[in-house]
Nanobody, 121 residues
């Protein structure tokens, strides 16, 4: 099994910054993709940013130019630097990974427990 543990959420004023971290551990052969999703009350979970094993990134239009996703040197960590935060960024942020847990296993989807980000206006 693969476990994802997030950290770095909290309360911040509009215009401020936060950095989210996610560490993957457990039985991991490879990680193909890591990303951050968010879910605000009453809304569907949406992709915020993602990064592939070779470093390709993609972002939701609403965060382009403000958020930056990156992976650690060990490739089992992913970070989300969030700048110029807005009230509409308030949500629970979830770490996501597409990982191969064992040889000859398909890639499976894993989720962290979520971390709350609240932006006050």
């Amino acid at each position: 099994q693969v476990q994802l543990v997030e950290s770095g959420g909290g309360l911040v004023q509009a215009g401020g910054s936060l950095r989210l971290s996610c560490a993957a551990s457990g039985s991991i052969v490879s990680i193909d993709f890591m990303g951050w999703y968010r879910q605000a009350p009453g809304k569907q979970r949406e992709l915020v940013a993602g990064i592939t094993s070779v470093g390709f990134t993609n972002y939701a239009d609403s965060v382009k130019g403000r958020f930056t996703i990156s992976r650690g040197n060990a490739k089992n960590r992913v970070y989300l630097q969030m700048n110029d935060l807005k009230s509409e960024d308030t949500a629970v942020y979830y770490c996501n990974a597409n990982a191969v847990p064992a040889l000859q296993s398909p890639s499976l989807v894993y989720w962290g427990q979520g971390t709350q980000v609240t932006v006050s206006s």
